[in-house]
């Protein structure tokens, strides 16, 4: 059964940049999309963008494109995001979620999501 | 990018009562490509409904959706004490991918 599981400082200061993981465990990987999505302290979903595991090829949501990396460590099974230059409006609890795969179709919402991650942006 | 609404913001209701949660596009969502997330405290958000009206896998019957173009529903028809949660449409249709604000069902 694949399990998603986010990983990463809690805490990050303004303006540096925030770094979080996704493992992967339990099954296959390679054909799906994951995605990175972001829940605010006023429970506001927000989808940051998204990254084909054996491509690497990736897709942001405007809102973040300046700022945000997506990429894959193979070797490890992980996923990584990264945010640059992150204000207090950055706090927030970050999820990867797979996007659904249906025969060779890939649809963007998601059956499968982490548990989440707290970041906290404070100096 | 698609602007969703939902509404009411929160609804108090009873085990075993019916409610009608609605989820409204700024424009009308390409292929009705909305789902509707259920979201317990503390977790992440549980699929309920793709394609505007099918049953994700596992999901019981007394969760059904309808709708198309711009105004979406999520409908239940009985209440179990874990549905009181909140309530996310999310639409697919186009990109960037966005999410209604939810709309929270508790105990009343």
């Known amino acids: 059964q694949v399990q998603l599981q986010e990983s990463g400082p809690g805490l990050v200061k303004p303006l540096e940049t925030l770094s979080l993981t996704c493992s992967v465990s339990?099954?296959?990987?390679?054909?799906?999309?994951y995605n990175w999505i972001r829940q605010t302290p006023g429970k506001r979903l927000e989808w940051i963008g998204d990254i084909k595991y054996n491509t690497e090829n990736t897709k942001y949501n405007p809102s973040f494109k300046s700022r945000v990396t997506m990429s894959v460590d193979t070797s490890k099974r992980q996923l990584s995001l990264k945010l640059k230059s992150v204000t207090a409006e950055d706090t927030a609890i970050y999820f990867c979620?797979?996007?659904?795969?249906?025969?060779?179709?890939?649809?963007?919402?998601?059956?499968?999501w982490g548990r989440g991650t707290l970041v906290t942006v404070s100096s | 990018e698609i602007v969703l609404t939902q509404s009411p913001g929160t609804v108090s209701l009873s085990p075993g009562d019916r409610v009608t949660l609605s989820c409204r596009a700024s424009e009308s969502v390409a292929g009705n490509y909305i789902v509707w997330y259920r979201q317990k405290p503390g977790q992440a958000p549980t699929l309920l409904i793709h394609g505007a009206s099918s049953r994700a896998t596992g999901i019981p019957e007394r969760f059904s959706g309808s709708g198309s173009a711009t105004d979406f529903s999520l409908i239940i028809s009985r209440l179990e004490p874990e549905d009181f949660a909140m309530y996310y449409c999310?639409?697919?249709?186009?990109?960037?991918?966005?999410f209604g604000p939810g709309t929270r069902v508790d105990i009343k």
């Open positions: 339990g099954g296959p990987i390679e054909t799906y999309y």
């Open positions: 979620a797979r996007s659904v795969l249906i025969g060779y179709y890939h649809y963007w919402y998601f059956d499968l």
């Open positions: 999310q639409q697919y249709g186009s990109s960037p991918i966005t």
